[in-house]
């Protein structure tokens, strides 16, 4: 049996627990079955209920009904009641840093972790190398996956980390990392002069659950930031925020707005400066797209908003898709990942893949 317990159930981690509860390990050729034992988010938290809930239904009213106060230490103390931490998965589906902080005591202790959360392995270089050395120095030999913070359910990491492992050389990787961002270029700069105006695509790209909690960590340029480092750390370099340059397309009077709220009533007062941008790259015959490029054959890094000729392929992607591609050593001719960047189905994907890796070594 490999336990998972879930620290929040928001937009992506109820796809996962929907996706967990539909799944027959048994007719897919893992021996050992997955059981959903703990759900907590920040205020309330459930292990093993009495009521051992089946679905994403039950599951929610059993956090109604039978939940005690949040609390992440007892949380996983009650959880290591339940099986030997080697055979349990802790999956953090918040985005919060200092839950992100945990992942060193937890594989301590010999928890494997699964998560989409890129905070850990994108702030302070110090975290990222406590998190490794405790996954390696532990006599279990837990792991941690986190495919699905850069390209959701895209297999990405998994292809960069064959990659470096096979002894290739990464000189390059660039693309567009964001669903969010990908989202509201292809849809508000499609080679047309008119359309739905930039707020009206980014309340789209909020309603699809494309966007991180807070959309301004989408157009601030901090999200695609931090899958930038996360490629490039995995690459084999380890960089920080600071040595990256960073293009921030908020605009500088909503940038310390107080609430996501306020910036959302906000945003249509800037249609006009989305929208001269547009024209700009309209009358060149190109459109804009906002794009990572991750030089490791140069060290030079930066995200930024940029035009491109309609022939280019950034400018035909599908709305919402990310598209990476790795110049290395093995790959002159870039090796390129396309498809579906965002989104809860999709990136519960990228978690469950994670998940099932793991199940299938410990099982
Ligand atoms: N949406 C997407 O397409 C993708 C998302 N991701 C990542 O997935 C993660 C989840 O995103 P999403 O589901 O959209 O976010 P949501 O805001 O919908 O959900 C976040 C969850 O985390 C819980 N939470 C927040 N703080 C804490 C805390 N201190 N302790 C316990 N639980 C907490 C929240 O509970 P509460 O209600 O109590 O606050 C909520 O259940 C993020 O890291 C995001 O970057 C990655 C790839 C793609
Ligand atoms: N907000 C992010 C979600 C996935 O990481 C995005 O839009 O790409
Ligand atoms: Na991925």
């Known amino acids: 049996m490999i336990n998972v317990a879930i620290v929040g159930p928001g937009l992506v981690g109820e796809a996962l627990i929907k996706m967990i509860s539909n799944y027959s390990a048994s ?56 099986g030997p931490s080697s055979k349990t998965i802790i999956v953090d589906c918040t985005s919060n840093e200092s839950i992100a902080s945990n992942y060193p005591s ?34 279990s030999k837990p792991l941690i996956l986190h ?25 390059k990787v660039e693309g567009i990392l964001s669903g969010t961002l990908s989202f509201l270029f292809c849809e508000f700069s499609n080679g047309s002069s008119s359309g739905k105006s930039f707020s ?3 309340k789209i790209a909020k309603a699809n659950g494309f966007t991180e909690p807070d959309p301004r960590d989408d157009l601030s340029g901090l999200d695609v930031a ?30 310390s707005t107080a609430t996501v709220d306020e910036f959302m009533d906000r945003l249509p007062e800037f249609d006009n400066h989305f929208s001269n941008l547009n024209q ?37 992607l599908s709305s919402g898709d990310n598209i990476i591609s790795f110049t290395t050593k093995f790959f002159s001719n870039p090796l390129t990942i396309m498809g579906a960047g965002a989104g809860a189905e999709v990136t519960a994907f990228g978690i469950f893949s994670d998940i099932l890796h793991i199940a299938s070594v410990k099982q």
């Open 226 to 255: 931090r899958k930038a480092i996360i490629l490039a750390r995995l690459s084999g370099v380890p960089i920080e925020l600071s040595d990256l340059t960073l293009e921030n397309i908020v605009p500088e009077e909503l940038r």
């Open 106 to 139: 937890w594989l301590e202790k010999g928890f494997n972790v699964a998560t989409p959360n890129k905070k850990a392995f994108s702030s302070d270089i110090s975290l990222w190398n406590k998190i490794n050395s405790a996954a390696k120095n532990c006599p």
């Open 280 to 316: 700009t790259a309209f009358k060149n015959g190109e459109v804009l797209r906002y794009v990572a490029s991750i030089d490791l054959a140069n060290s030079k890094y930066s995200v930024s908003l940029k035009s491109f000729p309609k022939s280019h392929a950034f400018a035909s």
């Open 27 to 82: 007719s897919r050729g893992i021996d050992t079955p997955i059981r959903l034992l703990a759900v907590t988010n920040s205020r309330k938290m459930v292990v093993d209920p009495p009521s051992k809930p089946a679905n994403l239904e039950s599951w929610k009213a059993s956090m109604l009904s039978e939940s005690s106060p949040a609390d992440l230490g007892k949380f996983t103390d009650l959880v290591s009641e339940h």
């Open 147 to 171: 495919e699905a913070t850069v390209g959701a359910g895209l297999p990405v990491l998994s292809t960069l980390n064959n990659l470096v492992l096979a002894g290739d050389r990464i000189d």
């Open 200 to 202: 009206d695509i980014v």
